[in-house]
């Protein structure tokens, strides 16, 4: 269950968009996280969720909201989402093209009450195309934009997580989306539709790489390019401990540093951009890691500019004394979850609770600016 609604405060919300009212459609993966950084950043998000859908307390992306829950079934409940988003600044939804039209709070129908509304959509394909009405997920978003063909090893990509599309194409385009887009609202009195689809978010990621293939300078596939795995000086190796960790010693002094506190007197270590070396110094150097624990190594090589890392775990990332020293990650209800990011010097974010609401008090409150 949610806690209860704190009473009205006077003291104002931190963070750079605390008096922004933004209206959450409840969904899954982008939408909610999304959500919660514009939560974690000051804003009043209102989730909307059905009756009985509950909430729970642990949970990271659900930090931060009002919760309202209702049935959007039924045409009383739609003229009280109505009135809620006559104040509101944003509404969020993730719902396939045409749902929010067919229960009537479609872009045309909420601007006319409220013409000064951005209007965020998140989907995977789009709200137009060829593929816009079928269903998919991270994995299929991402593979049609060329950036799962190019991560995984030699013999077949390799999904990452759902990180390239739901979080990076998808949700944190949404935000900068959205975040344009009240800028502008500002400035014109005019709101819009921002049509965030996580293939277009995920191909806009692929930009630089794109930009590389024109150059002559990438090749299709994978683990043959120094940023895919390819290179012996910019990839991730096993310890002796079965651990692993992993090296980016790119420029010309960082491999040199490389070279010194690895112990690679090797002069075939010389060809550090022959393309066709990769492979031997690559099986050489997977030898020499394999030497040594990974503790050996981060005493040996962590806090220099060989550009190394150890490789950890989600249990031992909030350990390790830089993310520790910059509490990276909080504990909240008993579970450890990243904090909010980016940081703010003047206006900082914080993590709120979710608690429950009354959708005519709330859109009272808001008609009375508060």
Not at 35 to 55: F, I
Not at 211 to 223: K, L, P, Q, V, Y
Not at 233 to 250: L, Q
Request: a neutral charge; hydrophobic letters at 45%; glycine letters at 12%.
């Amino acid at each position: 269950m949610l806690d209860k609604p704190a009473a009205q405060s006077a003291t104002r919300t931190s963070g750079p968009l605390a008096g922004f009212r933004i209206v959450e459609f409840a969904g899954i993966g982008p939408g909610p996280f999304a959500c919660m950084l514009l939560a974690d950043m000051g804003a009043e998000v209102v989730t909307l969720d059905r009756v009985g859908a509950g909430k729970n307390l642990k949970a990271v992306a659900v930090r931060g909201r009002k919760v309202i829950e209702l049935d959007l079934k039924d045409k009383a409940a739609i003229a009280q989402v109505l009135d809620l988003l006559a104040g509101a600044d944003a509404l969020i939804e993730g719902f396939r093209p045409g749902v929010m039209e067919r229960l009537g709070l479609g872009p045309d129908v909420v601007l006319a009450r409220n013409p000064k509304l951005v209007y965020g959509r998140m989907t995977g394909w789009g709200q137009e195309g060829p593929l816009a009405n079928a269903a998919g997920h991270d994995i299929n978003y991402i593979s049609i934009t060329g950036a799962l063909a190019a991560i995984g090893t030699k013999e077949k990509p390799v999904p990452p997580l759902n990180l390239v599309g739901d979080f990076g194409g998808g949700a944190l385009y949404l935000v900068v989306g959205v975040l344009a887009a009240m800028l502008e609202a500002s400035k014109s009195g005019k709101g819009q539709v921002v049509d965030t689809a996580m293939c277009d978010g995920a191909a806009s990621l692929m930009s630089m790489f794109f930009d590389m293939s024109a150059m002559g300078r990438w090749t299709e596939g994978r683990d043959q390019n120094f940023l895919d795995g390819g290179a012996h000086f910019y990839g991730v190796y096993e310890c002796s401990c079965g651990n692993f960790i992993s090296i980016g010693s790119i420029e010309p002094q960082f491999y040199a540093l490389l070279r010194k506190h690895a112990g690679l007197t090797d002069a075939d270590f010389d060809a550090q951009m022959d393309r066709k070396a990769w492979p031997a110094l690559k099986d050489k150097l997977t030898k020499v890691f394999k030497s040594k624990t990974r503790e050996d190594w981060c005493k040996i090589m962590e806090g220099t500019d060989i550009c190394f890392a150890p490789i950890l775990t989600m249990a031992e990332a909030p350990k390790h004394p830089h993310m520790a020293a910059r509490k990276v990650f909080v504990e909240r209800h008993g579970v450890t979850q990243p904090a909010p990011a980016p940081r703010f010097s003047r206006t900082p974010s914080a993590i709120r609770e979710p608690v429950t609401a009354d959708i005519g008090e709330l859109t009272s409150a808001w008609k009375a600016g508060r």
